[in-house]
């Protein structure tokens, strides 16, 4: 039952604001919305209710759900827009952006919401800058393969001090870092010290994929983490921190989509709702609430980011198709409208089916 609860939190409140963001964002430039719903209503098995001018409704599966306006053509086809004052058409270029693109701004200062709090309430983590070992992996997950660290291995164990790799004296944790992550899959010898004995043995980093200045590239591992000092910061620091995090993860993103289309990374790598489920499960029972609003603020980011690319049937197709129509004072043609919603409807189907394969992959 907590694996699905935790999916819920997971993608029901980014799905939440991310659509609140859309209705708010209507209501303030005069749209009149007539369905807001959270989740999809397969065989009536939801909630819906009517108030005022809008129906609004709750679906048992959490992933997805929409706001429907009036005057938009969009996956439901609404062909009978008169262009009304209060309808999407009606309005002008920069209203049409706000409306598609608030809930990925939602999306993004959830996520940035999220780290904000826990880095005010916590602190923000600066490394101790000598090589003693903190923390200790027994196992990695690597490519989806348990495997056992490097560290437990050779038998490092909390609290051991590295002194030396390969005949180079060992100083300071950033020396050790970059000394392990140049070396994948090379063995190496690491000499450390436990309570005054000095102990020896060989160690073989394991490969990871990282990106570093935007490029992928294997680094090596060991499965050891340092301490870290928890520095108290300012209610705006913790804000302006809890953004760059939100960027950073941006980043992270796009690299990654970089990698996947040039080929540096396998569309096997990503996942989807299935293997959410397990994820999100998993870091409540690991980790409780933190752990799991924290991987809730991860998949916000995700979410905001597939959601404002320039992709058919995404809030960032109609972007850009808005974007189009401002630039030549016109609307496009209803057929084109139609033909992009169609191949936009084939591609994200497309996605879902073969994410899908891949989670049950990951599952078995």
């Known amino acids: 039952m907590i694996y699905f609860l935790s999916f819920f939190v997971v993608i029901g409140l980014p799905v939440f604001l991310h659509e609140l963001g859309h209705f708010l964002a209507a209501r303030s430039v005069g749209i009149k919305v007539e369905k807001f719903y959270v989740g999809f209503n397969f065989f009536g098995l939801g909630l819906k209710k009517k108030y005022k001018d809008t129906e609004y409704g709750i679906g048992l599966f959490p992933m997805g759900g929409y706001v429907k306006v009036a005057g938009i053509l969009d996956e439901s086809f609404d062909s009978s827009s008169k262009k009304y004052d209060y309808e999407f058409r009606s309005k002008n270029t920069l209203q049409k952006v706000w409306f598609l693109s608030a809930g990925v701004i939602m999306n993004f200062l959830l996520s940035s919401v999220i780290f904000s709090v826990f880095i005010f309430n916590d602190g ?13 992996s027994s196992e990695l997950n690597i490519e989806n393969e348990v495997v056992l660290s490097p560290a437990a291995s050779a038998g490092l164990i909390k609290d051991d001090k590295i002194i030396m790799i390969n005949n180079n004296y060992i100083s300071t944790w950033n020396q050790l870092s970059n000394i392990i992550h140049d070396n994948p899959n090379k063995e190496l010898t690491i000499v450390w010290d436990r309570n005054g004995e000095t102990l020896t043995s060989s160690i073989t980093p394991i490969p990871v994929k990282q990106f570093i200045d935007g490029d992928l590239k294997n680094i090596g591992i060991l499965g050891i983490s340092p301490y870290y000092n928890m520095n108290q910061v300012s209610l705006f620091e913790a804000i302006n921190e809890g953004i760059q995090k939100t960027i950073s993860l941006l980043k992270q993103i796009l690299f990654s989509l970089k990698a996947l289309v040039s080929g540096g990374v ?30 809730t603020a991860m998949i916000s980011v995700n979410l905001g980011l597939i959601n ?57």
């Open 266 to 295: 396998s569309f096997q790598d990503f996942f989807g709702p299935l293997y959410l489920v397990k994820m999100a499960g998993e870091t409540t029972e690991a980790g409780g609430i933190k752990s799991l609003l924290l991987l």
């Open 308 to 364: 404002i690319l320039p992709i058919p049937g995404l809030d960032g197709g109609h972007v850009f198709i808005a974007l189009i129509e401002g630039v030549i004072r016109r609307e496009l043609p209803l057929q084109i409208k139609y033909a992009i919603q169609f191949v936009g409807f084939v591609l994200i189907m497309s996605l879902f089916v073969l994410v899908i394969y891949n989670d049950i992959n990951h599952l078995m």
């Open 124 to 136: 923000y983590p600066e490394i101790i800058n000598e090589p003693i070992i903190n923390e200790i």
